[in-house]
């Protein structure tokens, strides 16, 4: 991140106001607001908060969405509606005062959870990037910065095992890729597939696709002979940019048909497996 957009936001980060409930957030309730001392979860505009349903279907956070932060008791240390611009969210010290433990303690490891506005699904997250410029250790304490680089959410019931098969995927090898992935956030007037990245490729291929409108979504794959071998979405989606993976794990070098079908519409694409 470029040294004047990264000390804006730490300063953003520190400023006296700062809104930690906004009165928008509608799933996420009795969150801790002014407890006494906080520390600050910086969002870029650009940060990369992934919600990933398996290794195949995934998408970023959108306006709209709640983030908020819990202590491991399950206690909603803060929560912001995120509006895709760059934010601040404020989580909140226990208060000595009272007898329950109404925030977290200094040294406390914070879980970021997201609802999903679009599904109504919540997410856990599971994989962090900071940036090192803010505070790297994963445990919160008082007055501390963290600016939250990329954020891997996987849904509640997922093993670790599964989970880091995800993160294995869907993680991006350089900041580079994030920053394509992350362009072009306005819905497309029409169904859009855009050109799979890398092809040919070697490990998984990312496909990412627009929709304008709700529909049923399917993204299937054949090989040369027609044959499907794979079905990466299956699903009715909301209007939004969505990404699948195409793992290349089972499969033979050549060349593969992707089919996306949405309602009655059908785009392909082929993609190259080299190996």
């Known amino acids: 991140m470029p040294k004047p957009v990264l000390l804006a936001l730490l300063a953003l980060s520190l400023a006296p106001v700062v809104s930690t409930a906004h009165p928008r957030a509608t799933h996420f309730q009795d969150c801790q607001t002014k407890t006494g001392k906080n520390a600050s979860v910086v969002l870029p505009g650009r940060s990369d908060l992934i919600l990933a349903r398996s290794q195949q279907s995934w998408t970023r956070v959108r306006p709209g969405d709640e983030v908020a932060a819990f202590t491991l008791q399950g206690v909603c240390a803060g929560v912001i509606v995120w509006d895709g611009s760059s934010a601040v969210l404020t989580v909140w010290m226990d208060d000595p005062t009272t007898p329950q433990k109404d925030g977290y303690i200094p040294g406390d490891p914070l879980w ?53 098969e995800i993160v294995d995927v869907v993680k991006p090898s350089e900041m580079g890729e994030l920053e394509a992935a992350s362009s072009g956030a306005s819905l497309p007037d029409e169904v859009v597939l855009e050109p799979s990245y890398p092809n040919p490729f070697r490990t998984a291929a990312r496909l990412r696709y627009g929709l304008p409108t709700a529909e049923a979504v399917r993204v299937d794959v054949f090989d040369s002979r027609g044959r499907r071998v794979a079905v990466l979405v299956d699903e009715n989606q909301q209007p939004g940019w969505y990404e699948a993976i195409l793992p290349a794990d089972g499969l033979a070098s050549g060349v593969y048909i992707v089919r996306l079908r949405v309602g009655p519409t059908e785009t392909v694409q082929r993609v190259t497996l080299v190996r």
């Open 112 to 164: 970021v959870h997201v609802w999903d506005a679009s599904s109504g699904d919540v997410f856990v997250g599971y994989w962090a990037k900071y940036n090192p410029v803010g505070n790297t250790s994963g445990t919160f304490k008082r007055d501390a910065v963290y600016v939250i680089m990329q954020l891997i959410l996987v849904p509640p019931g997922v093993g670790s095992r599964e989970a880091d």
